[in-house]
């Protein structure tokens, strides 16, 4: 697996991003994935994630109803479409793959083996 994570920039509140994942190794349709988000002087923390096969998502509540997670395998493509974006949205976002083994586990990142380099979203009041 080899992700490589895009779609970053700056936007104005209340404004959208998409953010894209790859793995250009080609493998992302056999694992989970997941969008983490790392603040400065906090810790990263868990946005959204997929499951493979079926495609159950999960959200942080702080996201729900603004971002939506999707996958499209025979692209090895993992999305996050983010919508009506708020200052505290701003951080470094980082896609993930894994083999989480419950709804829980999607939402931690230690269930995650690979990871992308990050892409920056900065989200102005």
């Known amino acids: 697996v080899q992700l490589q994570a895009s779609g970053g920039g700056m936007v104005q509140a209340g404004g959208s991003l998409i953010l894209a994942c790859v793995d250009t190794?080609?493998?992302?349709?056999?694992?989970?994935a997941g969008w983490f988000r790392q603040s400065p002087g906090k810790e990263r923390e868990f946005v959204a994630a997929i499951s493979m096969f079926h495609g159950r998502t999960y959200y942080a509540d702080s996201v729900k109803g603004r971002f939506t997670i999707s996958r499209v395998d025979v692209q090895n493509t993992v999305y996050l479409q983010m919508s009506n974006l708020k200052p505290e949205d701003t951080g470094v976002y980082y896609c993930a793959a894994g083999a989480p083994v419950s709804p829980n586990a999607f939402r931690g990142y230690t269930a995650y083996d690979y990871w992308g380099q990050g892409t920056q979203v900065t989200v102005s009041s």
């Open positions: 190794a080609g493998t992302f349709s056999s694992y989970g």
